[in-house]
């Protein structure tokens, strides 16, 4: 699934429009105070006056020219922020705002490095058929519920809430890896996608696969034949700030799954990228299920949470009807 020319081009695209945007807002806003604070106008007429007035006297012969404008035009700028604030305007009115200020939506730091929300970009485009960014419009932090859980139910679910809410608040702050484990229904993937969205939302790259899309799309990287018509997943799995697997027990296991979970689990330990787990399986199941390596390597480096509740939606069937 690489990603395209053309697909690479609408990307940049966007980024062109944002600049563009920002090019437009800070154009209206000029606009905006000239028309409220004439003194701000006239000065930065007088602004322009002594650039090309230094000009003149440059090419006369005046060496002195050039550090006089620079200081007649500080003081200048000093008054035009201080008119801004008088009239009530914040001092970066008249910026250029920008999405990304590390990259002043240009998608790159410098000249050959990406920036993270470049990065990100590629991985919403590469991700796509997985319908997450949709999915995450309706399941995040904001529109969690306990409708539908008892008084003691609620007790528990809040205390493994907070601690997805602290595990995306920390997020880059600190190393940390997520196990939820748990019978269907239960509402693991809900909060596993709150999670998502909180950190997709403070620019970090997110990759989610559910476990069966993973190891297919590992075992077709497997009989790729053209480089340059394939992108590098596995390095992708490995590198993404977050990389979640759902449902993790619903695909077909064989050695080649049990080996390449454990190299994923080992290899994002060894860079400290952060993983989220979730599996309807028990810790038993998980044992039997997978080899010694993995099960012990998931659970030491792990937090474990169990919503140990009623499945939620037969619940809301039964309210339902």
């Excluded at 053309?6 to 695209?13: N, R, V």
């Excluded at 200081?71 to 009239?87: A, C, F, N, P, V």
């Excluded at 196990?179 to 970090?204: E, H, P, Q, R, S």
């Excluded at 080899?291 to 069937?317: A, M, Q, W």
Aim: a negative charge; charged letters at 35%; proline letters at 1%.
């Amino acid at each position: 699934m690489p990603l395209s020319r053309s697909q690479y081009d609408e990307i940049m695209h966007e980024y062109e429009q944002r600049r563009t945007r920002a090019r437009q807002d800070a154009e209206e806003a000029k606009i905006k105070v000239r028309e409220q604070i004439p003194e701000y106008a006239d000065i930065e007429d007088r602004i322009t006056d002594l650039a090309m007035e230094c000009a003149g006297r440059v090419f006369e012969g005046d060496k002195t020219a050039v550090e006089k404008m620079k200081k007649e035009i500080g003081d200048l700028t000093l008054r035009q922020q201080e008119l801004l604030k008088e009239h009530g305007f914040p001092a970066d009115f008249l910026d250029e705002k920008y999405e990304c200020s590390d990259c002043r939506d240009t998608g790159y730091t410098n000249e050959h490095t990406k920036c993270h929300c470049l990065k990100q970009a590629e991985l919403r485009y590469m991700y796509r058929q997985s319908n997450i960014e949709e999915i995450l419009q309706r399941e995040n932090f904001d529109t969690l519920s306990f409708e539908y859980y008892t008084d003691s139910e609620s007790e528990r679910m809040k205390e493994i809430i907070e601690k997805c809410r602290r595990f995306a608040d920390d997020f880059g702050k600190k190393y940390e890896n997520i196990l939820l484990y748990g019978d269907v229904g239960v509402g693991k993937t809900f909060l596993t996608n709150c999670m998502a969205k909180a950190i997709l939302d403070k620019g970090y790259s997110v990759i989610y696969f559910t476990s069966m899309r993973l190891f297919d799309t590992l075992s077709r990287e497997l009989f790729r034949y053209d480089e340059n018509e394939s992108w590098d997943v596995q390095k992708d799995i490995y590198t993404c700030d977050l990389l979640i697997i759902d449902d993790l027990g619903t695909e077909s296991v064989n050695s080649f799954v049990a080996s390449r979970l454990f190299d994923i689990i080992n290899e994002r330990d060894l860079r400290k990228k952060s993983t989220i787990i979730s599996t309807n399986l028990s810790f038993e199941d998980i044992d039997g299920r997978y080899t010694e390596r993995n099960f012990s390597r998931i659970f030491g480096s792990y937090t474990v949470l169990h919503p140990d509740v009623e499945d939620i939606r037969i619940r809301k069937r039964r309210s339902a009807s």
